[in-house]
Structures are given as structure tokens and as C-alpha cells.
């Protein structure tokens, strides 16, 4: 992880969605329907640079209500000899992740949320790069379309990881950036989890969100470093 997060600044131009906000606090379970026994000892901290390789909530499909846990953000197939492809799967693309053999597993069988309050993008200008933050109008906790995987290493120990899906940039993004991550409206959270949902209709939710439902705002390129992670990294600048 210690590598990556060196080099993120270099690879920011080549990133979909590289970075994201998780601010809620502990309070998500009538948000996104907890099953009443999940476990309130998660660590739920607010981070303001969500970065690849850091292990953040995410929500899955369970028997009495949906589950939250912790993973790890760059998914790992369980076929994968070493975990750190997962550095180079943090997105999959809404157009090919039903038959990419990476994602195509977890895309039928082991889709989760992905809870957020924001995301940045950076527009890309020369050598220079100037974040900008994105959030909802309405909505100031939402939800990333995801998928998971569980992955055994060598010694039978098992990490569970993450990726996010990404889709064309919608107008408001599109002078940023030529991708966005998919972001679920709320009554179609379920039907993403759940695992009789037929691909088609599944694959009809991986689309843009609404530009008028959107707000932007340039921010400091403090987030350029990774080791940087306050509420000033939101706080709009001239």
C-alpha cells in the first residue's frame, strides 16, 4: 500500500474514480437497512481522501438485513495469485464488467454499496492537475455501485476487497473528467443487491447520474497528497 499511495500522484490522469469521501459516522443502518445485529464496533471514522488500498464500509446482501464490513478498496478475484492486482482494479467499467474475467463473477453473484458522501475528479491541464469535488444535491449519503470478492492467500488467510464501477461522465463532469462512478439512486439499491436480479436489468442502472442533481466545486490540490485527510480538503476555493 505504502507504494501505491507514493505514486498516486503520477497516475491520478489514468484513475476513474481515484478518490472519495466517507464522512456519516456510525449512524447508516436506516439508511441502508442494516440487518439490527451488524457489528457497531467498525471502525466508521470520517476520511476526507478515501485512497485505493484502504480498507472502508461497504454494504452487502444478508438474511436479516443488509450487512456492513470493512474491505479493502482494489478488488482481488479469488482466482489471483498475489493481492496486489487488486491496486490495478479499483474501478471496473459499467461496459464491460459483465464479461471481463476479472469482475464478471462478482457482477452475477457478490455486488455490494459502496456508502460516499462525495468524490473527486481532477482536470488535467499540461503537467498541472486541479481536483474537483463532487457531491449530491439531495442526498448527502449515497451509494457506489460495487462489487466484492473474498480472496485466500497461501496460508488460509482470507481479505475481502472492493471495486468501484464507473460510467461515462455526465455534462457536468464531462469538462473534468470522461468518467464518473455510477451512483444508485435509492430505490434502486436493492434491486442492485439482489441476487435474482437478471443482468439486463441489472446493467440498466450503470448509467450517469442526473447533472442538475449535482453540485461541483474546485478544491484545494492539498488532496494531491494522500497523507492529507481533513475537512478542509472539501471547503470550496476561488
Known amino acids: 500500500m505504502i507504494g501505491l499511495l507514493g505514486i498516486l500522484p503520477g497516475l491520478l490522469k489514468y484513475l476513474m474514480c481515484g478518490r472519495y469521501t466517507f464522512y456519516a459516522g456510525k449512524d447508516l443502518s436506516d439508511r441502508f437497512s442494516l440487518d439490527p445485529d451488524y457489528d457497531r464496533g467498525l471502525d466508521l471514522s470520517k476520511n476526507f481522501n478515501v485512497s485505493p488500498g484502504q480498507f472502508m464500509p461497504v454494504v452487502t446482501s444478508g438474511e436479516k438485513g ?6 479493502r478498496w482494489g478488488l482481488v478475484p479469488s482466482w ?16 464491460t464488467v459483465s464479461v471481463k474475467p476479472s469482475f464478471r463473477n462478482s457482477f452475477r453473484r457478490q455486488r455490494c454499496l459502496i456508502p460516499a458522501n462525495g468524490f473527486y475528479e481532477w482536470q488535467t491541464d499540461g503537467k498541472k492537475k486541479t481536483p474537483y469535488y463532487f457531491t449530491l ?27 468501484i464501477i464507473t460510467t461515462n461522465a455526465n455534462k ?3 469538462p473534468i473528467h ?7 439512486k435509492p430505490q434502486n439499491e436493492a434491486t442492485w443487491l439482489n441476487e435474482k436480479t437478471d443482468p439486463d436489468s441489472l446493467l440498466s442502472l450503470l448509467k450517469p447520474y442526473s447533472p442538475p442533481a449535482m453540485l461541483s466545486t474546485k478544491v484545494s490540490d492539498r488532496l494531491n497528497r494522500s497523507s492529507e485527510n481533513d475537512p478542509r480538503l472539501i471547503k470550496p476555493i476561488s
Open 66 to 71: 443488509n450487512h456492513l464490513s470493512l474491505m
Open 80 to 95: 489471483a495469485k498475489d493481492s496486489k492486482i487488486g491496486f490495478r482494479m479499483i474501478n471496473a467499467r459499467a461496459d
Open 137 to 163: 444535491k439531495k442526498e448527502p449519503l449515497f451509494a457506489f455501485a460495487g462489487l466484492w470478492e473474498e480472496w485466500t492467500d497461501q496460508n488460509n488467510m482470507k481479505l475481502q476487497t472492493y471495486t
Open 172 to 174: 457536468l463532469i464531462k
Open 178 to 184: 470522461d468518467r464518473m462512478p455510477v451512483i444508485l
